[in-house]
T-cell receptor, first 112, second 112 residues
Framework: KNEVEQSPQNLTAQEGEFITINCSYS?????LHWLQQHPGGGIVSLFM???GKKKHGRLIATINIQEKHSSLHITASHPRDSAVYIC??????????????FGTGTRLTIIP | NAGVTQTPKFRILKIGQSMTLQCTQD?????MYWYRQDPGMGLKLIYY???????DKGEVPNGYNVSRSTTEDFPLRLELAAPSQTSVYFC???????????FGDGTRLSIL
C-alpha cells in the first residue's frame, strides 16, 4: 500500500478556473515535493516544502504538518498547465531520509 | 545545459536479452537515482548512489544491477530481460539527498 495518497486521480477544468490537488501521507515526514510530468513524459521539480507555503508564478503549494496534508493550487489555469502532478514524501520512519516515496499522480486537463 | 541525459529513448528487447540503460549528468551532483514508472503506479526506486563507488538498493532492485565509477555516469543493467520489466525508466540526480531532483527524459522499454 502506497503511504502517499493523491486526490483526485483525474481533474478536468475550464481555462481560468482555480485548481486544487491534494496529497496526504500516513506518517511524519521531513519534506514534501511536488513535481510536474509533461504530456511528453519529462518530469520537473516544482516545489520542496517542509512547512507553510511556497509560491512560484501561478502555482502555490501549502503543507500542514499536523494534518499530514499538502495541497497544490493553480490560479488562472491555462491549457499549458495540463500535465500529471505528483507529490512525493521525504523522510520519516517508513520513507528514509534520502529517498522519496511517490504518489500515483493527478492528471490535470485544462480545456480552452 | 544538458542536465541529465538518458539513452536510448526507446528500446524493444526479447525475453532473456540483456541491455544497459545509460545515464549521465553534468551538474556535478553527488546523488543519482534510477526509477521505474508503471501505468497507474507511482515512481518506484530501483537503485541509488550517493557518490562514485557507492550504490544501494531501492524498493524494486531485483533483475537490475548498477555501477557508479564516475560522478557523471550511473548505468542501469538488465541481465535477463523479463516481461515484468516493461516500463518507463527515469534517471535522476541531486546534489544532496532529499533535495529536488533533476530528471532525464526517460527510456521506454518493452520486453516481448
Amino acid at each position: 500500500k502506497n503511504e502517499v495518497e493523491q486526490s483526485p486521480q483525474n481533474l478536468t477544468a475550464q481555462e481560468g478556473e482555480f485548481i486544487t490537488i491534494n496529497c496526504s501521507y500516513s506518517v511524519g515526514i521531513s519534506a514534501l515535493h511536488w513535481l510536474q510530468q509533461h504530456p511528453g513524459g519529462g518530469i520537473v521539480s516544482l516545489f520542496m516544502l517542509s512547512s507553510g507555503k511556497k509560491k512560484h508564478g501561478r502555482l502555490i503549494a501549502t503543507i500542514n504538518i499536523q494534518e499530514k496534508h499538502s495541497s497544490l493550487h493553480i490560479t488562472a489555469s491555462h491549457p499549458r498547465d495540463s500535465a500529471v502532478y505528483i507529490c512525493a514524501a521525504l523522510g520519516g520512519p517508513n520513507f528514509g531520509n534520502e529517498k522519496l516515496t511517490f504518489g500515483t499522480g493527478t492528471r490535470l486537463t485544462i480545456i480552452p | 545545459n544538458a542536465g541529465v541525459t538518458q539513452t536510448p529513448k526507446f528500446r524493444i528487447l526479447k525475453i532473456g536479452q540483456s541491455m544497459t540503460l545509460q545515464c549521465t549528468q553534468d551538474m556535478n551532483h553527488n546523488y543519482m537515482y534510477w526509477y521505474r514508472q508503471d501505468p497507474g503506479m507511482g515512481l518506484k526506486l530501483i537503485y541509488y548512489s550517493v557518490g562514485a563507488g557507492i550504490t544501494d538498493k531501492g524498493e524494486v532492485p531485483n533483475g537490475y544491477n548498477v555501477s557508479r565509477s564516475t560522478t557523471e555516469d550511473f548505468p542501469l543493467r538488465l541481465e535477463l530481460a523479463a516481461p515484468s520489466q516493461t516500463s518507463v525508466y527515469f534517471c535522476a540526480s541531486s546534489y544532496l539527498g532529499g533535495q529536488p531532483q533533476h530528471f532525464g527524459d526517460g527510456t521506454r522499454l518493452s520486453i516481448l
